[in-house]
């Protein structure tokens, strides 16, 4: 099976949701040159974007940077002809890394065998930090559970400045023990529990009304989700509840507020996590999520 790939979850979730993936191919070949390396093969675009992935340089004071690939056309299945394109491709990311000095976190879309098969050839002494998966909701409503316990809303610029110190100390603790990509390194790990805390600290010293939700109980924040949104799409990006707060119903709260959004805006309701967090998954499962998209995330340590 044969579609286009562009690491970018609002624009993959909306084509996997509708299965329609033309128009993303049109906008691939429309923006090669915006990209960091690319060449053509048949008339398609292979190549990939490097970015700097600024708090995280932050907090360990040196550039830490994202590899993110894009293709305007392939097949999904093995190929001879393809794997030795992606080789190519590969290879020049491997001259390209090793002469950024820097840390890099290579995004490798788990269904498009080829590359990761060739990442074995020419990046082979990477870090494994685990995987990714994906899912969404579109076109239909999630029931609410009786919220009546909680307070869920979207609060204004002072009720973060307020009450910032709290709402990072929740995200802090729900990923204390959390072992996402960051705590997997063994580069990363120190510090990994800031980088989450730090997402929050950041919404609030960039405020932008919808993009956080909070929940209340007992007059005190216990929740907080960090939301990115676009045309097409709302994410769940990030998601903490108190660890002494869980299985009281406020992430189901949470969660089914951010779906019904997505669903009065038309929009496709997206949100990922590491491949072996089952807790949640099944939880987005039973309200109706389907997963569309895992991608591995493989360090390589350059500086």
């Not at 305007?72 to 390209?96: F, G, M, N, P, Y």
């Not at 204004?156 to 996402?180: P, W």
């Not at 932008?208 to 929940?215: A, D, K």
Request: negative net charge; aromatic residues 14%; contains cysteine.
């Amino acid at each position: 099976m044969k579609l286009s790939y562009l690491d970018d979850i609002f624009r993959l979730s909306h084509c996997y949701a509708h299965n329609e993936f033309a128009q993303l191919r049109e906008e691939i070949l429309a923006m090669k040159d915006s990209l960091t390396y690319y060449f053509e093969e048949d008339g398609e675009i292979w190549g990939y974007n490097i970015m700097r992935n600024e708090p995280v340089s932050k907090i360990y004071g040196f550039d830490v940077l994202v590899v993110r690939f894009v293709l305007s056309s392939v097949e999904t299945l093995h190929d001879d002809h393809q794997e030795a394109i992606a080789k190519k491709l590969v290879k020049h990311l491997r001259e390209e890394m090793e002469a950024g000095h820097a840390y890099y976190n290579v995004r490798v879309p788990a269904n498009i065998m080829d590359i990761y098969k060739t990442l074995n050839d020419e990046l082979f002494d990477g870090l494994f930090c685990g995987g990714t998966v994906e899912y969404f909701i579109d076109g239909k409503p999630c029931e609410m559970p009786d919220d009546s316990a909680f307070r869920v809303f979207y609060p204004d610029n002072a009720y973060l400045t307020k009450n910032r110190e709290k709402l990072s100390d929740v995200m802090y603790q729900a990923f204390k023990i959390y072992q996402g990509q960051y705590h997997i390194s063994p580069v990363l790990e120190d510090k990994a529990g800031e980088i989450y805390a730090n997402w929050i600290a950041w919404h609030c010293d960039n405020f932008e009304e919808g993009r956080v939700l909070v929940t209340e109980y007992q007059g005190d924040p216990i929740g907080v989700f960090v939301i990115t949104e676009t045309d097409r799409a709302v994410e769940l990006t990030l998601s903490g509840v108190s660890p002494d707060h869980r299985k009281i119903g406020a992430y189901s709260c949470m969660i089914a507020t951010l779906v019904n959004r997505a669903y009065a805006h038309g929009k496709t309701f997206t949100t990922s996590t590491q491949l072996d967090n089952y807790v949640v998954q099944k939880k987005w499962i039973s309200i109706g999520a389907r997963p569309y998209f895992t991608y591995y995330n493989v360090h390589y340590d350059f500086r």
